[in-house]
C-alpha cells in the first residue's frame, strides 16, 4: 500500500468488485477536514492487497455508510459529498464506480443535508427480507429518520420520521426488533434538556414514538472522551445478553453526583408503565461492568469463543491511555441459538482456486426463521445483521 500522511478515519472490509476476495475501505481525513475514500484491492488466492488502489474523485462530509445501492451483491457506499449533493457510490467488477445522485422522486424540493456523524441504516423495514434505507438528515438543529424502501433494485422515498419534539440532544440511534412483534424499531438515545441532566431513550413503533426510560442520577453525556480522535456520539450497543429473545443494550453514563463514568449493561424487561410499548430498560446502577475508579470510554457485546454467548469488550482510559478489557459471561441457563451466515454467493462455476463458490460477507441481511416450543406452539423470528 502506498504511504499517505492523512489520519485514517476508518477501515472496513468488503468483495468490492464482486469477485469473491475482500477488499478495504479506507476512508481518511483530509487536512481540510474532508473525508476522502480509497479501495484497495485483494489479490484472490493471496494474502495481499493490489498496488494499485481506486481512489474516489470526490470528497465527502461524513464517513459513507456501506449498503448495496442497485441488488447485485456488491457493496456500494452512500453519503453526502463535501460540495452538498447526496449520492450513491456504485461499484462494478471492472473496478471502477460511478455515481448516482439520491433523489426523492416525489418531491421537488432539496434533500435536507445529513447529519454528521451518520447513522444511516441499512435494514429491512417493510418486512419483506430486501434492506431498505433509513437517512439521518438534519434540519434546524433537528435530526429525521427517512425512511427509503427499495423496489427491483431502487431505493424510494417512504416517509420522514422527524425525532421527538422534547429532545433536544439527540444521540445515535439503533435499529432492533426490541418488542419481538417482527417489525424493526427505531432506538434513540438523548437528552430533554441542554446540559444532558435529564436523559431519556424513546422507541420509534407502530408510527409513535414513545418514551420508554428516564434517567436521574447517571445520565448521557455530551463531552468528548479524553481522547481527541476518538469522537463517540452517545449511542446504546445492542446485543441479546440473556438469550431471552430480546436485544439488550451496553452504554457509557456519566454521575451527576460526582461526575464519574461508568458502562452498565441495560436489560430489555417488559414494562406495564410504558404508555405505547411494552418493554423498557431494567439498569442495576449498584453494579457497573467497569469499576469506578476506571474511566470507561466505550463498551460492545462480542462473542470471544463464538459460542452464542454475547462477552463485553470495555475501553477503559486509565494512567493516560486506553486499555481494552474483557469481561466474559459464564451462561448456564437452558437457551439456544441460532447462528447463520450470509455470503453474497458470488462467483459460480469460474472461482479462482478451485474453491467452492460461496462469496464473501454481505451488508444487510435480514433472515426470518419459524421454530417449535417445546408446548408445540410455532415461533417467528426475524433477525438482521449484527454490525
Ligand atoms: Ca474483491
Ligand atoms: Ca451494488
Ligand atoms: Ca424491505
Ligand atoms: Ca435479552
Known amino acids: 500500500m502506498e ?3 492523512s489520519a485514517i478515519a476508518s477501515i472496513a472490509p468488503g468483495d468490492f468488485d464482486g469477485d469473491a476476495q475482500m477488499d478495504l475501505l479506507l476512508l481518511r481525513k483530509t487536512e481540510s477536514n474532508h473525508i476522502s475514500a480509497e479501495i484497495h484491492w485483494g489479490i484472490s488466492g493471496t494474502n495481499a492487497l493490489d498496488k494499485k488502489a481506486l481512489i474516489l474523485n470526490e470528497t465527502l462530509k461524513d464517513q459513507p455508510s456501506i449498503i448495496d445501492a442497485n441488488g447485485d451483491m456488491i457493496p456500494d457506499l452512500v453519503g453526502e459529498t463535501y460540495t452538498g449533493s447526496r449520492v450513491f457510490f456504485v461499484f462494478s467488477t471492472n473496478r471502477t464506480y ?3 445522485e439520491v433523489r426523492n422522486s416525489t418531491s421537488s424540493n432539496s434533500l435536507d443535508p445529513l447529519r454528521v456523524p451518520q447513522s444511516s441504516a441499512f435494514v429491512d423495514f417493510n418486512g419483506d427480507l ?3 434505507l433509513c437517512l439521518v438528515s438534519e434540519k434546524d438543529k433537528r435530526i429525521a429518520f427517512e425512511i427509503w424502501t427499495a423496489k427491483n433494485g431502487i431505493f424510494e422515498w417512504n416517509k420522514t420520521i422527524a425525532s421527538p419534539a422534547e429532545l433536544i440532544v439527540s444521540g445515535r440511534a439503533s435499529f432492533y426488533d426490541l418488542n419481538d412483534n417482527q417489525e424493526i424499531n427505531i432506538i434513540l438515545p438523548g437528552c430533554i434538556d441542554v446540559n444532558c441532566e435529564q436523559s431519556a431513550i424513546f422507541v420509534w413503533g407502530r408510527g409513535n414514538w414513545t ?5 436521574k442520577d447517571w445520565n448521557f453525556f455530551t463531552e468528548s472522551l479524553p481522547l481527541s480522535w476518538l469522537e463517540v456520539p452517545m449511542a446504546l450497543r445492542f446485543g441479546d445478553y440473556n438469550l431471552d429473545g430480546f436485544p439488550d443494550a451496553v452504554t457509557v453514563l456519566k454521575s451527576s453526583r460526582n461526575n464519574s463514568y461508568a458502562a452498565f449493561l441495560l436489560l430489555n424487561t417488559p414494562c406495564s408503565s410504558c404508555e405505547g410499548f411494552s418493554r423498557t430498560f431494567q439498569i442495576n446502577f449498584d453494579q457497573p461492568l467497569s469499576p469506578e475508579s476506571q474511566h470507561p470510554l466505550l463498551c460492545a457485546f462480542y462473542d470471544f469463543m463464538e459460542d452464542g454467548i454475547l462477552d463485553i469488550v470495555l475501553t477503559v482510559y486509565t494512567d493516560g491511555e486506553p ?12 437457551a439456544y441459538f441460532l447462528k447463520v451466515m450470509v455470503v453474497s454467493g458470488r462467483c459460480l462455476d469460474n472461482c479462482p ?7 464473501v460477507n454481505q451488508v444487510g441481511p435480514v433472515i426470518r426463521f419459524k421454530t417449535t416450543t417445546s408446548t408445540g406452539a410455532y415461533e417467528i423470528g426475524v433477525c438482521k445483521e449484527d454490525i
Do not use: C, W
Request: aromatic share 10%; hydrophobic share 35%; no cysteine.
Open 3 to 5: 504511504s499517505n500522511t
Open 98 to 100: 460511478h455515481t448516482l
Open 130 to 132: 430486501v434492506p431498505d
Open 211 to 215: 418514551r420508554i426510560m428516564d434517567f
Open 323 to 334: 486499555k481494552l478489557l474483557a469481561l466474559e459471561q459464564d451462561f448456564t441457563a437452558d
Open 353 to 359: 482456486n478451485d474453491h467452492q463458490p460461496y462469496g
